[in-house]
């Protein structure tokens, strides 16, 4: 049973959840933990999907865990403009080293840095806790949990989605798969990405997707009421099938 929306706004901090950047809903993020994938959508149609790799120590927000947060969030900066595939941050400063992947003993941060702010309670401390999505030599161990809390990518796969996700952009970090598009819409391969031409998400998708106004949304102008009130709602649906699957 859905709760009252008095009850649902209860569970987010409005000081939290305030993004500073403007949101951009005609482009949108959403990461499967489950599947270590991360999809691109324009206007609710699928761009690309990229594999990747969340945190090894698991799920949350805590601080000094390492974890990844769920929830919604959004890009708050980018930073790597122009800079090569490989070059090495320390402290979101270029060092003026370039690695190959998979350069032995080496787990920097490289290529490009999209650094993420939480817009729900459950990941108000992303933006302070530097949660990024960003490039790693350690390519070999894309595609299973080995990050420190950020979302890691193929240095190729990050600099070509640094250049199609703008400042606001939403991301959504989600436990389950990604929401399944049109089977019978042409694809094409583009630099370690599936780029799906035209392809819609569809009334199979979890959910948690398409229960929100996030994953197929109606304009690019929602605010920051209507995106908490959307993240408050996916987290509540999750909490109940956590429940659930306690009690089974």
Excluded at 80 to 106: I, K, S, W, Y
Excluded at 139 to 165: F, H, T, W
Aim: aromatic content about 4%.
């Amino acid at each position: 049973m859905l709760r009252p929306l008095t009850v649902i706004f209860s569970l987010i901090s409005a000081t939290s959840a305030f993004a500073l950047a403007p949101l951009d809903t005609s482009n949108q993020l959403i990461i499967s933990v489950r599947d270590q994938k991360l999809m691109l959508l324009r206007n609710g149609s699928k761009v690309a999907v990229y594999p990747v790799s969340t945190s090894m120590f698991g799920l949350g927000d805590a601080w000094g865990r390492m974890t990844t947060p769920l929830g919604y969030l959004a890009v708050e900066k980018k930073i790597g403009d122009n800079v090569p595939v490989g070059a090495v941050f320390h402290n979101r400063r270029l060092t003026g080293e370039v690695l190959q992947p998979n350069t032995p003993g080496r787990d920097p941060i490289t290529t490009r840095i999209i650094w993420l702010r939480g817009l729900e309670a459950q990941n108000a401390h992303a933006f302070q806790r530097c949660i990024y999505i960003h490039g790693t030599p350690e390519e070999k161990k894309i595609g299973q949990p080995a990050s420190y809390g950020c979302i890691r990518m193929k240095a190729k796969d990050v600099a070509e989605l640094y250049n199609q996700v703008p400042i606001g952009a939403v991301v959504q970090i989600i436990p389950d798969r990604l929401p399944k598009a049109d089977k019978t819409k042409p694809r094409q391969e583009m630099s370690g990405g599936v780029v799906a031409v035209t392809a819609n998400t569809t009334p199979e998708a979890p959910a948690r997707i398409s229960a929100t106004t996030l994953a197929t949304p109606p304009s690019s102008s929602l605010s920051v009421e209507q995106m908490r009130m959307a993240g408050a709602l996916a987290g509540a649906r999750q909490k109940a099938k956590l429940a659930q699957n306690k009690r089974l």
